[in-house]
């Protein structure tokens, strides 16, 4: 009888041992849903806590060099060309002559002027004398005037035409084209010599408005050039242009000496110096990718006191590459959510991953 007493109460103590446990259990499992519930309901973010940045703030424009001066020449009369005197790559000086035009037709034309101003000399003399007698009217002599004056244009308009027959150069530089050979036959505008100046190039560059007023003519301006990577060139700002392009960008030209290495049409960069010649400043910076709907906005989450997330607004400054300058809005120390914001509204419940 005390053993059956005994066997009972020791399956009364495992039976209440167990009722426990599944209390305990059920305790504990209704805890870890509620807690994945909790986790569930927020959402991952990555954050980056806000802080001053060492920023070069040189402002650099890409841009392509220029001949400083070109030319296309043309031949001004028509005619066979009777020698070229240069080839390309010929460096010629102003008013050196490069190729000739046979001319034996515009001398016989001269002759013939040069015979019709004899003539009208010699008729305007007799007319001369004639009016102080009488002989003639007032109006015969001023038509008598009028041949002379048309006859002496005339060989002026032929002098032009001959001394054109010997193509001139315009201006110093290279023969960077030669368009006619020998024996070929022009007229006035046929392209023959593409001349360049390039002792000294323009870069041209574009500038944004934000840093235009920064730029003044005469401005040195430190200049690298791609395939010259060892070596350093500078140039003077000579054009700023008054009005900026559909882009508000402005045009502006620098000048830079040649050392006999650039051509037109290299690529370079200018970079002018925006803080008194420090090239790094401290700046209260975020990420490009924190701003909703893009750096323009100005709008940005941050993470609140509570876990959630907070949006504001702030005042940007310049893009420098992947960093934003803040100028006003935050003050450092804050957590500013870099992803995860298109999931999220002002007072979203926040899981930071990162």
């Known amino acids: 009888m005390k053993k059956s007493l005994i066997y009972i109460v020791i399956a009364l103590l495992f039976a209440g041992f167990a009722a426990y446990k599944i209390v305990d259990n059920k305790k504990q499992q209704t805890a870890k849903v509620q807690e994945v519930a909790k986790q569930v309901d927020k959402i991952n973010v990555n954050v980056e806590t806000v802080k001053f940045d060492h920023i070069d703030t040189d402002y650099t424009a890409n841009g392509t060099f220029l ?130 100046n390039i002792n000294t190039l323009k870069l041209s560059v574009l500038v944004d408005e934000s840093q235009i007023s920064k730029l003044q003519i005469g401005q040195v301006v430190p200049i690298s050039v791609n395939v010259y990577p060892e070596d350093s060139y500078s140039g003077r700002i000579t054009f700023i242009a008054p009005k900026s392009d559909a882009s508000l960008n402005f045009p502006v030209e620098i000048e830079v000496s040649n050392n006999g290495k650039l051509k037109a049409g290299m690529y370079a960069t200018a970079v002018f110096k925006t803080n008194n010649g420090a090239s ?52 450092g120390g804050e957590q500013v959510i870099t992803s995860g914001q298109i999931n999220l509204d002002n007072g979203s419940k926040i899981n930071i991953v990162k």
């Open 67 to 196: 001949p400083k001066a070109e030319t296309n020449l043309s031949s001004e009369i028509s005619g066979k060309v009777v020698s070229v005197l240069v080839k390309e790559g010929s460096r010629v000086g102003a008013g050196q002559v490069v190729a000739t035009i046979k001319k034996d037709a515009i001398e016989v034309d001269m002759s013939q002027a040069q015979n019709n101003l004899q003539n009208a000399i010699i008729d305007n003399q007799r007319y001369e004398n004639a009016f102080k007698t009488g002989g003639v009217t007032k109006q015969q002599l001023d038509n008598s005037r009028l041949q002379l004056r048309n006859a002496q244009a005339a060989v002026r308009a032929q002098s032009v035409r001959v001394n054109n027959a010997a193509v001139r150069a315009g201006i110093s530089g290279t023969i960077n084209k030669r368009m006619v050979e020998p024996g070929a036959v022009v007229s006035p505008g046929t392209p023959m010599f593409e001349i360049v």
């Open 280 to 331: 790094n400043q401290s700046l209260l910076t975020v990420p490009v990718e924190a701003f909703v709907n893009g750096v323009t906005s100005g709008q940005l989450f941050i993470v609140d006191n509570n876990g959630t997330a907070k949006m504001i607004k702030v005042q940007i400054g310049k893009v420098f590459g992947n960093r934003v300058h803040v100028i006003s809005g935050l003050k």
